[in-house]
Nanobody, 126 residues
Framework: QVQLVESGGGLVQAGGSLRLSCAAS????????MGWFRKAPGKEREFVAA????????RYADSVRGRFTISRDNAKNTVSLEMNYLEPDDTAVYYC???????????????????WGRGTQVTVSS
């Protein structure tokens, strides 16, 4: 069992920045692909970014590429999402997720992830 706890959400003006963090309780954190997803009101949960086991491979949604950066620290069992040039459309609850297994496939699909945090609210005002 892996527990994930997100932090760092808040209210920010358009054009501003936030850094989200996710702390994991996993015994071997590097066994998991880590992802960030978000859910806006009235929309389905959508993929934001993912990072491979040792951080060598990254994937971003088109809507955030160039503005967001995902990173991980396996020594501290944390994964972060640096968000810059935030837009009102980025307003959502952001979730951290962990995917077990050794395959980097379909990592944009929510069903691939085994563990989820409770989320942290990000609100971007115009």
């Amino acid at each position: 069992q892996v527990q994930l706890v997100e932090s760092g959400g808040g209210l920010v003006q358009a054009g501003g920045s936030l850094r989200l963090s996710c702390a994991a309780s996993a015994r071997t954190f590097s066994d998991y692909v880590m992802g960030w997803f978000r859910k806006a009101p009235g929309k389905e949960r959508e993929f934001v970014a993912a990072i491979s086991w040792k951080g060598a491979t990254l994937r971003y949604a088109d809507s955030v590429r160039g503005r967001f950066t995902i990173s991980r620290d396996n020594a501290k069992n944390t994964v972060s999402l640096e968000m810059n040039y935030l837009e009102p459309d980025d307003t959502a609850v952001y979730y951290c997720a962990a995917k077990s297994g050794s395959r980097w496939n379909d990592i944009e699909r929510t069903v691939q992830y085994d563990y989820w945090g409770r989320g942290t609210q990000v609100t971007v005002s115009s």
